[in-house]
């Protein structure tokens, strides 16, 4: 089946360290993203990629970084500089743009110790 | 920025009613996407629809695009469709998708 997959589901960082959120897909979509989403909020951008080794900040990338080595994934790297990195974290992608219909993962529930 | 605002923000209704949850934006958009955000946090797509009516099922949405609004109807109401309904817009020159602010929908039997 193709589709979007997100590990872990749950993740615990403890203070000072860099965690790595996984996303990988099988839709053979060009455009991948990554959403962040806090309790009873909507969803704000932090980074998406278009292109393989490409990519461009969203609206909230400050303490985040990532990569596109390969079309089929886009990891998400939370590091210390990110203060308050407790959320749920979305991955999407769409076949070109933003002008294409978008479709989710399962998320990801990150949390500090 | 774009402005993206959903009303209501909270409904709740009785198994079987119908309701009509609104996204008003702010600025011309590319195209218009509505997602429901289940219990458990998956986000399911909806609804593509940059203009006109679209069906289905018990679901349907309309886009108004010259008035900057687009309408999703849920009609008879199952518990199923419990959960928050989002609307998101790509407005021009910026390939970005922008999230309203939600509608939480609370269906009881």
């Known amino acids: 089946d193709g589709g979007i997959t997100q590990s872990p589901k749950y993740l615990f960082r403890k203070e000072g360290q860099n965690v790595t959120l996984s996303c990988e897909q099988n839709?053979?979509?060009?455009?991948m993203y990554w959403y962040r989403q806090d309790p009873g909020q909507g969803l704000r951008l932090i980074y998406y990629s278009q292109i393989v080794n490409d990519f461009q900040k969203g609206d909230i990338a400050e303490g985040y970084s990532v990569s596109r080595e390969k079309k089929e994934s886009f990891p998400l790297t939370v590091t210390s500089a990110q203060k308050n990195p407790t959320a749920f974290y979305l991955c999407?992608?769409?076949?070109?743009?933003?002008?294409?219909?978008?479709?989710f993962g399962s998320g990801t529930q990150l949390s500090v110790l | 920025g774009i402005q993206v605002e959903q009303s209501p923000p909270d409904l709740i209704l009785q198994e079987g009613a119908n309701s009509t949850l609104r996204c008003n934006f702010s600025d011309s958009v590319n195209n218009l996407q509505w997602f429901h955000q289940n219990p458990w946090g998956q986000l399911i797509n909806l609804f593509y629809i940059p203009s006109g009516t679209k069906q289905n099922g018990r679901l349907s949405a309309t886009t108004v695009a010259t008035e900057r609004y687009s309408l999703l109807y849920i009609s008879s109401s199952q518990t199923t469709d419990s959960g928050v309904y989002f609307c998101?817009?790509?407005?021009?020159?910026?390939?970005?998708?922008?999230f309203g602010t939600g509608t939480r929908l609370q269906v009881f039997p």
């Open positions: 998101a817009v790509d407005p021009y020159n910026t390939d970005k998708l922008i």
């Open positions: 999407a992608s769409s076949r070109g743009s933003a002008s294409e219909k978008l479709f």
């Open positions: 839709l053979n979509h060009d455009a």
